[in-house]
């Protein structure tokens, strides 16, 4: 993939509709390419103007004739085709299209993209936006936007799919003196979309930090293929807006209800290795943290206070966001012991007392960096009379230069007083709070980014250990195909289930009492009678199954009582027949599904089964894409589920190995065959040795005509 | 209760350890007293000056002879026992004990602080402290404090157990310009406490919020009743730490078990209206809020931004914090048709564009604040050309005084530039912040008290409609006393559940397989064994549980299979017998319990039962003290298991009448009996009509040796 290296890094930049009037966009375009020191080529293009800020001023596109990487696009909607048609005959390599009238207006608007994007794939150019407030690389430097100046010089870069949030952080970040790499504005993503802009982030040697707010992502697969390769390089932080405003995803299997709308990108975050931010705070929070300090070993926290309230606020805060109070060795007590005075708190949290000058601070914080069950330290200051706030800033700079491989945060708790501590912690690199709880939610999220990052180096895929029998998936496919059902019967369910070696409990179809009473005799008894339907779904609800059938008598009053209730719960439903299966033994009710996610693809769900699994809403969510043995282990265990199946309270553990294979069959599955939309295997009962769905659901889709058939 | 008027509004102050020498705490408290302009008599006392500050010195407490509201108190802790004496001598109504040298030091300092509070107990003396920073009332003037200064004049009460978060609070107050009525440090709190103070602050006409820091409440059950008045008058917001210092309890029942250390502390404050911050910000957000601003009638809340990224992240904080987006009527989006352009979206959140200047600000928000689906307003800015911060902020400072009932808040994204705006806003009572989410907490964070309030005009206590029979359960507990046995046989446990109406299966106690037979025999089949031994809590485990027995060579069988199974894995474990009781139908199987909590009392579980309550965790809380009948009902309602008992997939609903009064027959046992420790009905099954526990566990503690009883 390309790294855009000329998009940022450009020899000559061409800016179209160019003006001399102070307020035209175009205006304050020129402005900025010249003020941000811009050192390569500029031409501006105006019919109308000779000369723009002193530079020479073009008619048209092709009397430039010179070689232009980009092609900065600042003219009405509906001259932007026309232009990115002579943009293109003239050789550009990108443009970056900061007129609006497409998509954002509404159908003339997407036409209008539409034919954009035609022309820019026409001549092989890449397009930024339309849209957009522009892009700005301080370190090459280029400042091709309109915004009200150029950032500060620093590390982190900012996608935004918003110009306005842009503009905002923008100027939010001069008034704090946070540095940027690069600022890039996204705009309607016709064609270059998150997933480009972090990856040439992720290969820029200025960039050590990626930010990025965005409202959807546009190519799921791919995102989830690139990102991971990114966060495998540098941290990735992400704010995803919208999780209020998709609503909940039409769903037919419980997999399906289960899995909000917001879920898949949360599940997709954390499986490419992305830390999604809670709010604007979080993020930038989050990102002065990385860029400042180094990533913490673990999760064990110091804390250095000069008083017990603060101390204690923290200390819950440690453990609020997952972090353990570090234990510090004798050592470290000992030394402390002998430079703190006798009324000091030696342990974690150590109070320093409120009389503490520059040099207790210095002794504690030091003693405990040096600790070696301190992973990361965090220093406290309350105002009270001796205090030294700056002497004391400067000593925590010093001596996080001695551990650089230890972060250090500080909260100095209070006002004007403590301002030039504040800005001399800042400057020097340690992030400074007013109150504890954000540092220790920042810490939180670089030790969370930290297990990520070592779990995306476990690359073994699941899949290659498993054998499947495409073939014969497709031959039950076909036979739902020619009758058109989106709802697979049991018994098709279960040999597609078998197909792929995952064991499911065998389903024959019987269409009248005496046809049951047979099949139950040659599969032995205790039998189960279950009603085959496409339209119905939570069977037991409307009396379609009977358990525990033990001879043909019950078997053919059971057939009968079914069709009667069902009958009279849903008169209008068609019916199959009624399913016979082979009663299990009893174990462990479990689910496994699969609902398919529209921009990730499919999204596998882990939990306790049966008929409370809504109830109890315990289960948890990988994406099949990229996912490997290790997450399938780590799916389950996050479930209270897996508090049962490790044998819980004197059961026998469960066949764990056989559920992992069983949900790497099930994503294998739904890989191969992108027509199966929804997959539900519930219960699965779990044994000691192995486990067997005992209802397998599967609804595929054609492409076409779906609504006619829709359950 | 008193009202603590002549502490915040004395007559007369004495400052005994008074000082000329600047840099002591002697000097700062007298200069703070001056300067305050307190306008009540001063009367420093000092041995050794003649006048400090321009105020006669006194020798010694006896010497000056008038009547003394307060005497402040900073001498050596050694010195302060003769001191106290003296003021109690010289009639002195109340002690601020700054001194410090108290429990806080140890075994020492304790019982010098016991002595302290014995000396004030004599004179009927009331004592703030010892080891406080002091108190100041803006109002009264009067700032009898060692802090550097006094805060500025406004309607919040800062009381604070933390000296340092107090002097941090006020430090920080001051440079962001936020105004307080009293500022309360309560140190070891050895006799006026939390509630004493919050109370006072509860009737003092110039304080409207109560915000409070406190690591612990000394006197749990009178902080109940006390601050559930106070919650009535006006918003009190704690702020509670130390939830991961005290470490889980010690527990022997499922109830104990699932009640988490802080959980009481939780359950109190809901319980008597106190609005519980997570952190500092959260803390001076709420008040901020509720000084300036009306409570909102209900959720629904009107979005107005020039922007559509940070609407759409407002949109999400909305669902996040439990709020709902307001639905506006025709008339509304008519109005707003007239006034805003074409692009403009008319719907929540109401975007004005990026190009709008005041006149669209004043338009969407009058038009949505008129609309009666507004309850409160978000206003969000973002900085582009054409934006006019300050105009705008003076705008919807003068559209919130149109509509005063409504509370309007705002959110200026950016820095440097909004500045202005951003303090015209503050100014004029509108709550600014820099992203949203903090605002639409706070919005949550009234809406919820405005709930908690409501809840607490409901006074109808559920205790006055049942019977008990105190005499039954006296006669069980004498019997367990005499063989020191801490918990009830499953045959007492059963007797005390009826003599409260608490609906329990009736269980006999079995010595040999002969008798179990003729009890089950005279029960009627099926019945259930179980062992009975003081030390088996979970029986099933053990495999001390059989089941549906059905005649009685089952009963005779599974009598020797238990004790057989019970003695290999429990081999010393004393056994009192097994019990036999007669198998009951199935059902929803619930829980309610009862953990004694040290603070508060009995403390309440219901939830999902049976064998994995521990697993699953659904259980939802109430303290017994002052507990209403509608919530008990709420209480129900919180639990998943509700879901399950109003009829879920086809089941009749259980009957939710005998759940609620069985939870308040357990109430009132607990409460009659403070002995009672621990209690778990478990599984309680429900049916449509009545529920019965099957497992009643009753633990009791007689007050000494407990250690060497307990199972």
Redesign the interface.
């Known amino acids: 993939m390309n790294d855009l290296q000329d998009l940022f890094n450009p020899k000559s930049v061409a800016v179209i509709g160019a003006s001399n009037k102070a307020?035209k966009i175009g205006y304050s375009i020129m402005e900025n390419i010249r003020q941000s020191g811009y050192s390569g080529s500029v031409y501006p293009v105006n019919p109308r103007e000779k000369e723009i800020l002193g530079y020479r001023s073009f008619q048209a596109m092709p009397d430039i004739s010179k070689p232009i990487d980009v092609a900065v696009v600042s003219v009405p909607a509906q001259l932007t085709i026309e232009v990115a048609r002579q943009c293109g005959q003239a050789g550009v390599k990108y443009l970056v299209v900061v007129s609006s009238g497409f998509k954002e207006?509404g159908n003339t608007g997407l036409k209008r993209e539409k034919e954009l994007l035609a022309v820019c794939k026409e001549f092989k150019m890449r397009m930024v936006g339309p849209n957009v407030v522009g892009i700005m690389d301080t370190h090459s430097p280029l400042n091709a936007s309109f915004a009200?100046g150029f950032p500060l010089q620093g590390e982190i870069a900012f996608i935004?799919?918003?110009?306005?949030?842009l503009?905002?952080i923008f100027?939010?970040?001069?008034?704090?003196g946070l540095g940027f790499s690069r600022f890039i504005s996204m705009g309607n993503k016709a064609d270059l979309n998150e997933t480009d802009f972090i990856w040439t982030a992720a290969q820029d040697p200025k960039t050590r930090v990626i930010l990025c707010?965005i409202?959807d992502v546009v190519d799921g697969q791919r995102f989830l293929k690139v990102i991971t390769e990114a966060s495998r390089r540098k941290p990735v932080i992400i704010?995803k807006?919208?999780?209020?405003?998709a609503g909940a995803r039409a769903a037919s299997s419980h997999t399906g209800a289960l899995a909000g709308s917001d879920l898949a990108y949360d599940t997709a975050f954390r499986q490419c290795g992305v830390i999604r931010a809670e709010?604007?705070?979080d993020l930038f929070d989050l990102a002065v943290a990385f860029v400042n300090q180094p990533i913490p070993a673990g999760r064990n926290v110091a804390i250095v206070t000069?008083?017990?309230?603060?101390g204690?606020?923290a200390?819950?805060?440690?453990?609020?966001y997952n972090l353990k109070m570090a234990r510090f060795g004798k050592d470290t007590i000992e030394k402390m012991r002998v430079a703190l005075p006798d009324?000091a708190n030696l342990y974690n949290p150590v109070d320093v007392i409120?009389d503490a000058r520059t040099d207790r601070y210095v002794a504690a914080l030091d003693a405990v960096l040096d600790d070696e069950n301190t992973d990361s330290a965090l220093v406290l200051l309350?105002?009270?009379?001796v205090t030294e706030p700056e002497e004391t800033a400067k000593a925590i700079v010093a001596i996080q230069q001695k551990h650089r491989q230890k972060p250090v945060f500080s909260a100095y708790?209070?006002?004007?007083?403590?301002?030039e501590g504040t800005r001399i912690l800042t400057k020097g690199g340690i992030p400074c709070f007013?109150?504890p709880?954000p540092a220790l939610k920042a810490i939180s999220g670089m030790v969370n980014y930290s297990a990520l990052h070592k779990q995306l180096s476990d690359k073994q895929n699941f899949a290659e250990r498993t054998k499947v029998d495409q073939k014969s998936v497709k031959a039950v496919l076909y036979d739902a195909l020619k009758d058109r059902r989106l709802v697979l019967l049991g018994n098709e369910a279960t040999q597609v289930a078998q197909a792929y070696e995952i064991p499911a409990a065998p389903v024959h179809l019987a269409s009248d009492a005496k046809e049951a009473e047979i099949l139950a005799e040659s599969l032995g008894y205790p039998v189960v009678l279950k009603i085959a339907s496409p339209k119905i779904i939570?069977k037991?609800?409307?009396g379609g199954v009977k358990i525990g059938l033990e001879n043909g008598r019950q078997v053919a009053k059971a057939f009968d009582s079914i069709m009667e209730s069902v009958r009279h719960f849903m008169p209008a439903t068609p019916i199959y027949g009624i399913e016979v299966q082979k009663m299990m033994p009893k174990g462990h009710e479990l689910i496994i599904g699969m609902s398919r996610d529209v921009q990730f693809g499919p999204l596998l769900a882990f939990g306790l089964g049966g008929?409370?699994v809504n109830?109890?809403?315990?289960v948890s969510f990988r994406l099949a894409e990229g996912l490997t043995t290790s997450q399938i282990e780590e799916m389950i265990t996050e479930t209270?589920a897996n508090?049962?199946i490790r044998g819980?309270?004197?059961s026998e553990p469960a066949d764990i190995g056989t559920l992992v294979s069983t949900i790497a069959q099930v994503a294998r599955l739904s890989l191969d065959f992108p027509e199966i939309t929804e997959l539900d295997l519930n219960p699965v009962v779990a044994y000691p040795d192995g486990a067997v769905a005992l209802d397998v659901k599967i609804t595929v889709s054609y492409g076409d005509n779906q609504e006619e058939c829709l359950p």
């Open positions: 307020g207006i009200p935004s799919q918003s110009g306005a949030m503009l905002a100027d939010w970040s001069r008034s704090v707010y409202e704010l807006s919208g999780a209020s405003s709010n604007m705070s000069n008083s017990g309230g603060p204690i606020i200390t819950d805060s440690v453990e609020k009324e409120g309350s105002p009270a009379a708790m209070g006002g004007e007083g403590l301002a007013t109150f709880e939570h037991s609800d409307v008929i409370y109830l109890l809403q315990d209270k508090t049962l819980y309270r004197g």
